[in-house]
């Protein structure tokens, strides 16, 4: 793969999935803003395009290319990995931070006032998360299913039809969890805490990058495959 300036950073993401964890490392949102060249976010984030260029070539030289690519894969399969990946995830990991933040909240509140708005904030993600889901898992992958069976395009357009909201509720996702980093100042961990406060940051931590390789896989490869079959 040739990385240029004007390549975008969720196709980056699409062929090397391994640059994921680069874009991590510089904040760089590859899934809602997987659209945006490298040269645009690099403009906008004030980042050396050539070093960034250089260290991506690196990495994608130096690995070994065995993950699935799901933009050719069949598109049933990239559904059942998402859910198995992903929503399984959610549904395991989502109420056990809402533990989670209300305990630290009770335990460190009065030192640390931040987890008030990290406890609200984590629960309108949740929220936005539970209904998406649903709306995933009873909308757009049943259409999915019947048309790969069917061949009915009538399916299709059920599948394709429901993507504008749900990306619009990528994006509100998106937001709240930009907004989790923010407020746990990228997760660091003060010294006056207990252990349960170190699990809840590393959980946090460990969700904004399921979620954003659960909304690239969407976003970037499975709505698109949609539209390109309609």
Known sequence: ??????????EIVKKFPNAA?????????YCCGGKRSLEDVCIEQRLNIETLISELTMAFENTSQ????WSVSPIDNLVVHILQAHHAYLYETLPRLSELTIKILRAHGLKHPELENLFKTFHELKL????HLIKEETVQYPAIREYLKTNNLEDLKKAVDVIEELESEHDNAGAAIKAIRKITKDFFVPEDVCETFRTTYKLLEELEQNTFT??????????QRLK???
Do not use: W
């Not at 793969?1 to 969720?10: C, D, F, L, P, S």
């Not at 936005?128 to 209904?131: G, M, V």
């Open 228 to 230: 390109e079959l309609q």
């Open 21 to 29: 964890l680069i874009f991590k490392k510089y904040q760089i949102d």
């Open 128 to 131: 936005e998360l539970d209904s």
């Open 214 to 223: 659960h909304i690239h896989l969407e976003n970037n490869i499975l709505f």
């Open 1 to 10: 793969m040739m990385i240029t300036a004007n390549i975008e950073v969720g």
């Open 66 to 69: 065995t993950d699935t690519d």
